[in-house]
Structure formats: C-alpha cells, structure tokens
C-alpha cells in the first residue's frame, strides 16, 4: 500500500511540474507570403545583398484587415496559456528606437553588421516561436471560402516547428473572416498546441541551436592560429576557443563548420533556454549574443587582451570580432 501510495505522490508532482512548464513566448505575424502577395514588402541591405523583406508597418498603417487578424490569432494564443509579445507594439518600439539610434555614431571606425527587419523584430522583442499567418479569401457569388496556413517558426533557428493549412467550409460572404479563421484553426488547434509544447520541452532537455561566427579584423595583430601558453602547455586560440564550446554546450553538443586562420564558424550549438544572471541571481532567458558574454570575457582578459566585438544577428546567430568592435 505505501508503495502505492508513493507511486501516485510521484505521478501527481510529475503531472503538476509538467503543468508549470514554462511556455514559449509567441509572437503572431503576417507571413512573407502574405506580404508579398499583397505588396507590402521593402527593400533592405544584407550585409551588402540586396533582398526583399516584409514591410510590416505599411501593412498594418493601410490594411486594418490583417491588423485584426494578426491581433485575433495571438488573442487565441494567449487564451491557450501562450506569452504573447504585440507586433504592433514592437513596431513602434522599434520605431522610436531607430529614431534614437540614427543620432548615434560608433565607438570604432569599422565595418557594420546590418539586420533585416524581422530579424531585428525577433531580438528585440525576445520570443521563442513566430507564427506565420497567411490567408487567402476566395469570393463565389454569395458565398466565400478562406484559404490559410500558419507555421510556427523557431525564431533563434528559422526552423518550421508545427505547421497547418487548410480551406474553410463556405460560408456567407458577410461572415466575419476572424470568426471563419478561429473556427478553421479550432480544427486542429489540439495537434498544433501539442507540437509547439512538445518541441519547447525538448529544448529545455537539449537546448536551442545557435549559430556564433568568429573572425579578425587586418588590423589585429595575431590571428586564430597564434599559440598561448596554458597551464604549461602550448596551444592555438582556435583550440582554445574550440575547447570553450566543448566546456560550454549543452552536453558539448555543436560543430565547428570551418576553421582558418582568419574565420571559425560555430553551428548547431546547444545552449541553455535560461541562465542564472551572475548580476542579480535570478534565472533569465538568454540567447545567442548572451551565451557568447563569457567567451569575449575571455579573450579580453590575460593572457589574450584582445579587443572584442560582439554583434547579435537576431536570436540565434552572433559575430565575434577581434581586433575592433
């Protein structure tokens, strides 16, 4: 009996942890498609590559339809247990921050790193899973059917999580189109919920990829393969640089793309959904540029003394410079 009895207290406080899970952070967007479809897109500079990137702003300044639609989405979300960070907050946060930053000039001379639109949104507002709205209305006489599709998106890896599509039943041209979306997505809301909660605990387990980039400006004066002398031992900054990840990880899971004297590439590296802040001891989202704090650290102290730079290219992809910011 107490055997039992001890069973179901362990069943009961596992059920209860699996209930306090904390829950990815959600934000609802209209989806590049959608954009596209509808010509509300912009051009942008990538690093030097011209492309074609949402314009998120002109949609919801001169179309109220996906204004509503995006805002009923993550209002559904968010009656699901789901944080939901606002794009149309966002937008104007970011708005009145590129105005602040236009006033700004850099510490160094030096190139920059430029990040298109949804990147930047996807740092600066800090969420885990993006969701991909897309709708298309086809009009029969009086009578009309929506044609959609919504994809959760990994926002640190751009990875497709959980996706679904579909074509409402028809119904009358007057009906709401948020009422036709919302009752289209309740037919598979169970499956869909499932996969992002599903695929959240297994970060949690194994961690979320990052991609970290490490490179030398002409102007510093070693590169990745000049020796160090560590605890009596002799080794390049590159295998030093490569045993940090191995040290820091998750169970040292990730993989050196490339490794020159001028360029190391980090991918599919495992780190922590949340880390214990050394400034104020309370457990804090991290995310790429985060991971990385530690490793510019070092290499800013003996026996290295390098200038280190560390730019954020949306959650989860970072660039390392040494030898200027």
Request: overall charge negative.
């Amino acid at each position: 009996m107490k055997k039992i009895l001890l069973l179901v207290a362990v069943l009961l406080s596992s059920i209860t942890a699996f209930g306090q899970a904390k829950k990815p952070v959600i934000m609802v967007v209209p989806s590049e498609t959608w954009c596209v479809r509808n010509g509300y897109v912009m051009e942008v500079d990538d690093m030097g590559t011209k492309t074609i990137a949402p314009d998120y702003d002109r949609a919801f300044l001169e179309n109220s339809e996906i204004k509503v639609m995006v805002s009923a989405m993550a209002d559904f979300m968010a009656k699901e247990g789901f944080p939901i960070q606002s794009l149309e907050f966002e937008l104007k946060r970011l708005k009145q921050e590129s105005a602040e930053m236009s006033l700004m000039t850099g510490k160094y001379e030096g190139g920059y790193i430029s990040e298109t639109p949804i990147e930047r949104l996807r740092r600066s507002a800090k969420v885990d899973i993006v969701l991909n709205l897309d709708y298309n209305i086809h009009k029969m006489g009086p009578k009309k059917q929506i044609e959609y599709t919504l994809d959760a998106v990994d926002a640190y890896t751009s990875k497709i999580i959980s996706g679904n599509q579909g074509t409402s039943s028809e119904v009358p041209s007057t009906a709401s189109n948020v009422s036709v979306l919302q009752e289209s997505v309740l037919s598979f809301k169970d499956n869909f919920i499932f996969g992002l909660d599903n695929y959240f605990r297994d970060l949690f387990k194994n961690g979320r990829e990052i991609t970290v980039t490490l490179f030398k400006y002409d102007t510093c004066p070693i590169d990745f393969q000049e020796e160090f002398e560590i605890n009596g031992m002799y080794a390049e900054l590159g295998d030093i640089i490569d045993l940090w990840f191995s040290e820091n990880a998750v169970e040292g899971r990730y993989t050196m793309e490339s490794n020159s004297a001028n360029r190391m590439r980090f991918t599919q590296v495992r780190i922590p959904l949340y880390l214990v802040n050394p400034l104020n001891g309370k457990e804090t989202a991290i995310d790429a540029s985060g991971f990385v704090k530690s490793l510019a650290n070092l290499l800013k102290r003996d026996p290295y003394n390098l200038t280190v730079g560390i730019t954020p290219k949306g959650l989860g992809e970072v660039l390392i410079t040494i030898g200027d910011k």
